[in-house]
């Protein structure tokens, strides 16, 4: 079936620095959704890539999809406290509406 | 807007024991989903439904499991009997229609004895 893996699996970043989380596909996928869940918190939505080597923005977050559709990325610039979590990638493949949640990146963001 | 809406929070059952979750999506959200997640690890979708009608459930284990989800709004998600691997938290998201994000509610955290 098809995997889905994260890495890392854990970050730790002081505050300020930057920090990228990869999320790789063993197939080649319709789209991909990006979560953020909060300790002892829910998935929450942030972004959908649908296009080959799409890039989107959200003010501190740049999201881009790989250009065979295999692999995504989420890189944070100068984190903050506020950014802990653990991000998900989610994903699916053409025909089919069912995304498979990735193994997630827990990030630690120190004072 | 309201979000998604799920109880119990948390429910704390011995094994070999019934148990449900129930979960109120979004006003006008066509597609409802059931997750289970265990600690550390992603959501694992267990079963998606469009309107009533469940278009996947082939995550859903039937020996026990079940749902449904009468009129195409409220689901409940049952498990009959309960088995101590059975505890997760259980989560429930709906969206507008096929493809589009999911909005997750706060989840029911379940504890099998």
């Known amino acids: 079936g098809q995997q889905v893996m994260q890495i890392p699996q854990y970050q730790h970043v002081q505050e300020g620095e930057d920090f990228t989380t990869y999320c790789n596909s063993s197939t080649t996928l319709s789209n991909i959704q990006w979560y953020k869940q909060r300790p002892g918190g829910h998935p929450v939505f942030l972004i959908q890539?649908?296009?080959?080597?799409e890039v989107k923005k959200q003010k501190r977050l740049t999201f881009q999809f790989g250009e065979a559709k295999k692999n995504s990325s989420l890189h944070i610039t100068a984190t903050q406290t506020t950014d802990v979590g653990t991000y998900f990638c989610?994903?699916?493949?053409?025909?089919?509406?069912?995304?498979?949640f990735g193994t997630g990146t827990r990030l630690k963001v120190l004072a | 807007e309201a979000g998604v809406v799920q109880s119990p929070r948390y429910k704390i059952i011995e094994k070999k024991q019934p148990v449900a979750f129930w979960c109120n999506p979004i006003s006008g959200h066509n597609t409802l989903y059931w997750y289970r997640q265990n600690l550390g690890q992603g959501p694992e979708l267990l079963i998606r439904y469009e309107n009533e009608e469940a278009v996947d459930d082939s995550q859903l284990p039937k020996d026990r499991f079940s749902a449904e989800r009468l009129k195409g709004v409220d689901s409940t998600l049952k498990i009959q009997p309960a088995e101590l691997g059975d505890s997760a938290v259980y989560l429930c998201?709906?969206?507008?229609?096929?493809?589009?994000?999911?909005?997750f509610g706060p989840g029911t955290r379940l504890t099998v004895l």
């Open positions: 998201a709906s969206s507008p229609g096929t493809g589009t994000p999911g909005y």
């Open positions: 890539l649908v296009k080959s080597g």
């Open positions: 989610a994903v699916t493949t053409s025909g089919t509406y069912k995304y498979i």
